[in-house]
């Protein structure tokens, strides 16, 4: 089957098919391959990416840097303090200039309708560095991570641990419903994952046969998973919330004891950055079975293989 994603943007994993993911996931193994081997391209060479950020960022700003800069392209960074992103210039005025300046745009912010409005009026390859709803940069390494270690998706069990209702809770069961893998959400009550999203989500396992399962039961959760996955306990924008967050979250701290929990040889994964003794302790996340420094590196190989193909570079 011939996968063709020239002029594409990427909003959510929720708009591509469990092939086109296969295909990222095959190129971004790839050129990891060419980077270990010190194979080294020019395919951006003459090109240029906007990097818009509203929101911090290290890894994903790194990765679309490194990635587009080592091709021989040329980034732009542009923070909020250095364009009018919906202030005295609107959005798409924004988007239209961009479009005829720039091959491709990422965006990093809060509104994933700012993200589309660049999508509609660009009129080039837009991709999502990270919403407040989505995070599909960051699944797709994670993704790519599983395949590494397990080589497959088949019968592996991903359970995702505190605040089921942020963007990566949201994005890895869209991700992982495509891909094949089961995922359990364990969350408190009032941070379960929003229904619209499980309902998506489920609809996608009718296809790749996998599962999903929601309960605020952690430590049954845990039992038989292969994988351990935790994010920050307030995200970006959220900070006020944090003391009421820790008291509500502290039962679903990933320690020794949870892992112990699993009966298997469990690995551990965090999107970063992590506050170590909040969602997880120093020595899980430090221990042999981390594969979270993986994944960190990993954001750059699949940024680099989802601009390679949106700009019919391969």
Known sequence: MSINLKGRSLISLKDY????????????????????NNI??????????????????????????????EEGGFPVFLSSEDIQLGAKESIEDTARVLGRMFDCIQYRGYKTSNLEALVKYSGKPVYNG??????????????????????????????????????VASELMIGCSKAGLDIRIASPQPLLPCENIVSLAKNFTKKSG???????????????????????????????????????????????????LTGKETI??????????NEVTADVIDGDKSEAWNQAENRKHTIKAIMLATLGLV
């Open 17 to 36: 098919t469990p092939e086109e993911i296969n295909y990222l996931i095959e190129l971004s193994i790839a050129v990891k391959k060419e980077k270990q």
């Open 268 to 277: 551990f994964m965090h999107c970063l950055p992590a506050v170590k003794g």
């Open 130 to 167: 990270l919403t407040d709803d989505f995070h599909p940069t960051q699944v797709l390494a994670d993704i790519m991570t599983v395949r590494e270690y397990f080589n497959t998706y088949k019968g592996i069990k991903l359970v995702y641990v505190g605040d089921g209702r942020n963007n």
């Open 40 to 69: 080294r391209h020019q395919r951006f060479k003459g090109m240029t990416i906007a990097l818009l950020f509203e929101k911090r960022s290290t890894r994903t700003r790194c990765a679309f840097e490194t990635a587009f800069g």
């Open 210 to 260: 996998s599962a999903i399962e929601i309960t605020t039961d952690v430590k049954k959760a845990v039992q038989g998973a292969d994988i351990i996955y935790t994010d920050v306990w307030a995200s970006m924008g959220e900070e006020d919330k944090l003391a009421d967050r820790i008291k509500l979250l502290k039962p679903y701290q990933v320690n020794k004891e949870l892992m112990f």
